[in-house]
């Protein structure tokens, strides 16, 4: 980048470092959400919670399939 088109894109540069941050928070988000460990983690509680009588078969069947899809989907 020339020191012309640096000055010219200065003013951007607010919006770049906003828009990586996004990425990052994303990134981050999406890396949580897929982590096998937390997947597990939540399937175990929704057994307990179906042990419990907190949850019905039909909503932990829902859960569970949510849950290994996302397992799957790494």
């Known amino acids: 980048?020339?020191?012309v088109t640096g000055l010219l894109t200065l003013p951007l540069a607010?919006?770049?470092g906003?828009?990586?941050v996004l990425d990052q928070?994303?990134?981050e988000a999406e890396?949580?959400?897929?982590?096998?460990?937390?997947?597990?983690r939540e399937l175990a509680e929704a057994s307990e919670a179906l042990d419990r009588g907190e949850?019905?078969?039909e909503q932990y069947e829902l859960i569970e399939q949510e849950?290994?899809?996302?397992?799957?989907g790494n």
Do not use: K, S
């Not at 890396?31 to 597990?40: F, N, Q």
């Not at 849950?67 to 799957?72: D, I, S, T, V, Y």
């Open 55 to 57: 949850l019905d078969e």
């Open 18 to 20: 906003l828009v990586w």
């Open 31 to 40: 890396a949580e959400l897929y982590d096998p460990r937390r997947i597990r």
């Open 25 to 27: 928070v994303v990134a």
């Open 67 to 72: 849950l290994l899809e996302r397992l799957g």
């Open 14 to 16: 607010p919006a770049r």
């Open 1 to 3: 980048m020339g020191l």
